[in-house]
């Protein structure tokens, strides 16, 4: 199960508990608040890579997906959007952070 947390450092962490957040995305600089380190994959809308946390150090997964038009941006919205809906469910990734740059988007998610 996903659990999410807020610290006023690093935006939306995992917790280990019960209590559930949504995860907004939130207009901020990723570069901030993580480093990314090799890519692990990529898609048609995006290319993860492997990120850590700057305060804690923490492993994550975050896809950086390029949005040019309001549409590509519209599109990551309704992902997140499913995600944080499907935030209970075993076989999913949990969503922790999402960032949005001028021309792009980041979702940080468990890997």
């Known amino acids: 199960m996903c659990g999410i947390v807020v610290s ?19 207009k ?10 090799e890519e692990l994959g990529k898609g048609r809308f995006g290319v993860v ?3 850590t946390a700057k305060l804690d150090g923490a492993s994550y997964a975050g896809k950086f ?4 038009k309001a549409k590509d941006k519209e599109r990551v919205h309704l992902e997140a959007k ?15 952070d ?4 001028p021309k792009e988007i980041v979702l940080v998610t468990d890997q």
């Open 65 to 68: 997906v390029k949005c040019i």
């Open 82 to 96: 499913i995600m944080n809906d499907l935030r209970n469910h075993p076989q999913l990734v949990c969503l922790f």
């Open 8 to 26: 006023e450092h690093l935006g939306n962490i995992k917790a280990k508990d019960e209590d559930m957040r949504e995860i907004t995305v939130r």
């Open 49 to 51: 890579y492997r990120v």
């Open 98 to 101: 999402a960032l949005e740059m």
């Open 28 to 37: 901020e600089s990723f570069s901030d608040f993580y480093e990314k380190h």
